[in-house]
């Protein structure tokens, strides 16, 4: 993980969101109309965050968020933030995964994952915390 975190042992954060139905937005609304939507959501996110969290399109309508110095209970509030962030009409699920140490990037990326998926599965529109690593 990052050795700042793990020198000053203190809690990090990944949030893994993923704007729910995009596909039918985009088959309904058409392509350009779907840029717009994920623009206007990435700033409606950046609103919700302190100066040093991190927001970065991870891929397609998936974004992830790396909140340094941010316990679970905090953590949480903010993925609850940028849930009901997102533009009037379109919805979003949260993987939440907290880093204590001892784990790589890549364990922490796959339990925010995870969980994620299992906010889809559960329904979407909701925020999964992923079991600790």
Known sequence: MDCRAERSAAPVALLQLDMDRFKTYNDTHGHPA???????????????LR?????GRW???????????????AA???AERLRVAVPPGSTCSV???????GEDAGALVARADAALYEAKRGGRDRIVLAPTG
């Open 95 to 101: 993987g939440l995964a907290c880093w204590e140490g």
């Open 51 to 55: 100066g040093g969290d991190l927001l």
């Open 34 to 48: 779907g840029d717009v939507l994920l623009q206007r959501t990435a700033v409606a996110w950046r609103a919700e």
């Open 59 to 73: 891929g397609g309508e998936e974004f992830c968020v790396l909140l340094a110095d941010c316990a679970p209970t």
């Open 76 to 78: 949480t509030a903010v």
